[in-house]
């Protein structure tokens, strides 16, 4: 069973950058498993941020980028904003199944 | 604009079969390079994919699913559906239907109950 981990929750203060990871159980992620990113806010449905590890969607912030880093996937957020706050997931590929990783919970204080 | 939407019940018995519909509006479901996906979200949990079609029925599913699911594309009716048998109340959740990638939609999600 391939598991996908992510920090459970990281907080950053308004106009800060915080870079969230998304970690998998068979080794280093690469551009391969095709790394999403997803910010979901209470009572909403998910919206895609990034895709293919670091492409933007029209309506994805600047503030918003992603990379490979040490070999996770990671989402950063620089320049952090109040509406920022919600939970992200990163979901990765393994041979056509995607699994998502657990989440990572943003407060901004 | 695309947009997806999710029908079908929202209270299923134990043992039975969920059955969900995903109604494809402003473009073709054989159209493009979409994969047509349904996740799922228990109540306060996070996100599980479940499985996704191409608009040429490849399939892909979650392993831990795999001998429950069925993903199927209905081209006349735009629709493309998941089927889950022998639910337990571990199923209840909000199931979405989505395309991930690119072209990103996602349903509102429609939420499903497991119970007696």
């Known amino acids: 069973q391939t598991v996908v981990t992510q920090e459970p929750s990281l907080t950053v203060s308004p106009g800060g950058t915080v870079t969230l990871t998304c970690a998998s159980s068979?080794?280093?992620?690469?551009?391969?498993?095709?790394p999403n990113w997803f910010q979901q806010k209470p009572g909403q449905a998910p919206r895609s941020l990034i895709y293919?590890?670091?492409n933007k969607h029209s309506w994805t912030p600047v503030r918003f980028s992603g990379s490979l880093l040490g070999g996770k996937a990671a989402l950063t957020l620089s320049g952090v904003q109040p509406e920022d706050e919600a939970e992200y997931y990163c979901?990765?590929?393994?041979?056509?199944?995607?699994?998502f990783g657990g989440g990572t919970k943003v407060t901004v204080l | 604009q695309v947009q997806l939407q999710e029908s079908g019940p929202g209270l299923v018995k134990p043992s039975q079969t969920l059955s969900l519909t995903c109604t494809v509006s402003?473009?073709?479901?054989?159209?493009?390079?979409?994969?047509w996906s349904w996740i799922r979200q228990p109540a306060g949990k996070g996100l599980e994919w479940i499985g996704r079609?191409?608009?040429?029925?490849?399939?892909n599913y979650n392993p831990s699913l795999k001998s429950r699911v069925t993903i199927s594309v209905d081209a006349s009716k735009n629709q493309f559906s998941l089927k889950l048998t022998s639910v337990t109340a571990a199923d209840t959740a909000v199931y979405y239907c989505?395309?991930?990638?690119?072209?990103?939609?996602w349903g509102q999600g429609t939420v499903v109950t497991v119970s007696s």
């Open positions: 068979t080794g280093a992620v690469t551009s391969g498993h095709y």
């Open positions: 979901l990765l590929y393994y041979g056509g199944a995607g699994v």
């Open positions: 989505a395309t991930i990638g690119g072209d990103s939609y």
């Open positions: 402003g473009g073709s479901i054989t159209s493009g390079n979409y994969y």
């Open positions: 079609i191409y608009a040429s029925g490849n399939t």
């Open positions: 293919g590890t670091s």
